[in-house]
């Protein structure tokens, strides 16, 4: 693995683990965005936040790196209607409309970086 690479994986651990800290640091940011349908909204938040906090932590070690990844793109697969979702809403309120439009397309590229270390 070459140095660029190296850091590049460090960085995405960092990303997935900061994340993952966020969804317990700041509850009711991703409560607003969660879809209406998701049961137990509370639950499933401190859940996803401690996904990405392992699936962050599993990036570091070549054991368990793969495993991670495959984590990684799951997780990013199974958020993307609550980011749908967020962006629906943006647009009905005339706010963070751009930025959560953006949101979308950078999921596929947050998959493919993933993809790119199997």
């Given at each position: 693995?070459?140095?660029?690479?190296?850091?590049?994986?460090?960085l995405m651990a960092a990303i997935y683990?900061?994340?993952?800290?966020?969804?317990?640091?700041?509850?009711?940011?991703?409560?607003?965005?969660?879809?209406?349908?998701?049961?137990?909204?509370?639950?499933?938040?401190?859940?996803?936040?401690?996904?990405?906090?392992?699936?962050?932590?599993?990036?570091?070690?070549?054991?368990?790196?793969?495993?991670?990844?495959?984590?990684?793109?799951?997780?990013?697969?199974?958020?993307?209607?609550?980011?749908?979702?967020?962006?629906?809403?943006?647009?009905?309120?005339?706010?963070?409309?751009?930025?959560?439009?953006?949101?979308?397309?950078?999921?596929?590229?947050?998959?493919?970086?993933?993809w790119s270390y199997l």
């Open positions: 693995m070459t140095d660029f690479h190296f850091y590049a994986l460090f683990i900061f994340a993952g800290y966020s969804h317990f640091r700041n509850p009711k940011f991703f409560l607003k965005i969660t879809p209406r349908w998701v049961p137990q909204p509370e639950r499933v938040n401190l859940l996803v936040g401690g996904i990405e906090i392992i699936l962050g932590l599993g990036l570091l070690f070549s054991a368990t790196r793969n495993v991670a990844l495959w984590g990684i793109i799951a997780l990013l697969i199974a958020v993307f209607p609550a980011n749908v979702y967020h962006f629906q809403k943006a647009r009905e309120k005339g706010t963070h409309v751009l930025a959560t439009a953006l949101r979308l397309p950078v999921q596929g590229l947050l998959i493919w970086w993933a």
